[in-house]
């Protein structure tokens, strides 16, 4: 069956860098794009971006360009996001997702980035 | 970037009713809208993609309608289960928007 595991729960100083990785089975990995989207504490969904699994190739929001970098590692079938110069307005759960808005929709558990002093 | 805008933002409603909930997009995005339901704690859930297919295993009572900028999910009569927040997303360019969020709560 479809599965895509995410890696644990993450504690971050502000200025510093999270990778939030994203394994994926149960399908072939280079077949579907992988969408990140994170949603801060008790409020709505934030599209952060694309990757494409087979290429490689990416596009990001405006609002996190710079900061933001998605990869893949096609020998493990995961895809990894990295938000760097973390602020406290990133705390947020950090989802990744297969097929957003298209049949055959898969999300992750969600990731928990907390960024704090 | 498409702005998505959902009214209301909470609707209180009975088991049994039948709720619309609208969405609205800043410019055309023709067809390219998809519908999501989310309880606490969960990863969304995908109801409806392209205005108004479903995605397999949602129940029936769901559906969607619309095009160019005006949207509507419509659940024919509303069950426990569906108390829930439900967010619109546009796909017609990046970066992909979604709506604010509408939740569902008990009357």
């Known amino acids: 069956q479809v599965q895509l595991v995410q890696s644990g729960a993450e504690v971050k100083k502000p200025g510093t860098s999270v990778k939030v990785s994203c394994k994926a089975s149960g399908y072939t990995f280079i077949n579907y794009y992988i969408h990140w989207v994170r949603q801060a504490p008790g409020q709505g969904l934030e599209w952060m971006g694309i990757?494409?699994?087979?290429?490689?190739?990416?596009n990001y929001t405006q609002k996190l360009q710079g900061r933001v970098t998605m990869t893949r590692d096609t020998s493990t079938s995961t895809v990894y996001m990295e938000l760097s110069s973390l602020r406290s307005e990133d705390t947020a759960v950090y989802y990744c997702?297969?097929?957003?808005?298209?049949?055959?929709?898969?999300w992750g558990q969600g990731t928990l980035v907390t960024v704090s002093s | 970037d498409i702005q998505m805008t959902q009214s209301p933002s909470i609707l209180s409603a009975s088991v049994g009713d039948r709720v619309t909930i609208t969405c609205r997009a800043s410019?055309?995005?023709?067809?390219?809208l998809a519908w999501y339901q989310q309880k606490p704690g969960k990863a969304p859930k995908l109801l409806i993609y392209k205005a108004s297919s479903f995605e397999s295993g949602v129940p029936s009572r769901f559906s969607g309608s619309g095009s160019g900028t005006q949207f509507t999910l419509t659940i024919s009569s509303l069950q426990p289960d569906d108390f829930a927040t439900y967010y619109c997303q546009h796909y017609d360019t990046y970066p992909w928007t979604f709506g604010q969020g509408t939740k569902v709560e008990i009357k």
């Open positions: 410019q055309s995005i023709s067809s390219w």
């Open positions: 990757i494409n699994p087979s290429g490689g190739s990416t």
């Open positions: 997702a297969r097929a957003l808005a298209a049949a055959g929709c898969f």
